[in-house]
T-cell receptor, first 113, second 115 residues
Framework: DGGITQSPKYLFRKEGQNVTLSCEQN?????MYWYRQDPGQGLRLIYY???????QKGDIAEGYSVSREKKESFPLTVTSAQKNPTAFYLC????????????FGPGTRLTVT | AQSVTQLGSHVSVSEGALVLLRCNYS??????LFWYVQYPNQGLQLLLK??????LVKGINGFEAEFKKSETSFHLTKPSAHMSDAAEYFC?????????????FGEGTQLTVNP
């Protein structure tokens, strides 16, 4: 089955620790995205990548970092510099930069205490 | 820059009643428009999309939406609500020219279906 996988589903960390969220897709999509979701705020774009070895900041990139070394993988690191990291994180992909339909993974809920 | 406004963060209907979720957008060029649905603790699933052509778009689970350029709207409707429709719904827009493949999402509308 083709799709997007995110692991783990739930993640708990202590304040001050960096944590990396996994996102893998086997849809052969060029573009990948990371969103953060907080109650009542919709989805906010953190980073996106339109091609391997290239990525751009979204609207709320501060405190986050990404890499895109392989087409199918786009991991997100939440650093200790992120002031309020507890949130639901969603990864998405789209076929290309001219195909705007995005497909979403199941999400990772990160809790930092 | 494009933006999306969803009127009503919470909508409640009775089972069998009409569902109407409102979405207005702003975009400098003809947009691509999307509706997504999210069930608790899950990712988003595409319900329907408008790109070009027919302005009335049919999607999955009996939903449809109409693109009205003069009103800059893309409201989502379903003639008869089912209990399984209870979820959060997001409208999204891409203006294609200025943002590449980025989408801008509304803040979401939580739909409750009462028995």
């Amino acid at each position: 089955d083709g799709g997007i996988t995110q692991s783990p589903k739930y993640l708990f960390r202590k304040e001050g620790q960096n944590v990396t969220l996994s996102c893998e897709q086997n849809l052969n999509h060029d573009a990948m995205y990371w969103y953060r979701q907080d109650p009542g705020q919709g989805l906010r774009l953190i980073y996106y990548s339109q091609i391997v070895n290239d990525f751009q900041k979204g609207d709320i990139a501060e405190g986050y970092s990404v890499s895109r070394e392989k087409k199918e993988s786009f991991p997100l690191t939440v650093t200790s510099a992120q002031k309020n990291p507890t949130a639901f994180y969603l990864c998405a992909s789209s076929l290309s930069t001219v195909t705007y339909e995005q497909y979403f993974g199941p999400g990772t809920r990160l809790t930092v205490t | 820059a494009q933006s999306v406004t969803q009127l009503g963060s919470h909508v409640s209907v009775s089972e069998g009643a009409l569902v109407l979720l409102r979405c207005n957008y702003s975009s400098s060029v003809p947009p691509y428009l999307f509706w997504y649905v999210q069930y608790p603790n899950q990712g988003l699933q595409l319900l329907l999309k408008y790109t070009t052509g027919a302005t009335l778009v049919k999607g999955i689970n009996g939903f449809e939406a109409e693109f009205k350029k003069s009103e800059t709207s893309f409201h989502l409707t379903k003639p008869s609500a089912h209990m399984s429709d209870a979820a959060e719904y997001f409208c999204a827009v891409s203006d294609r020219e200025t943002s590449g493949s980025r989408l801008t999402f509304g803040e979401g509308t939580q739909l409750t279906v009462n028995p």
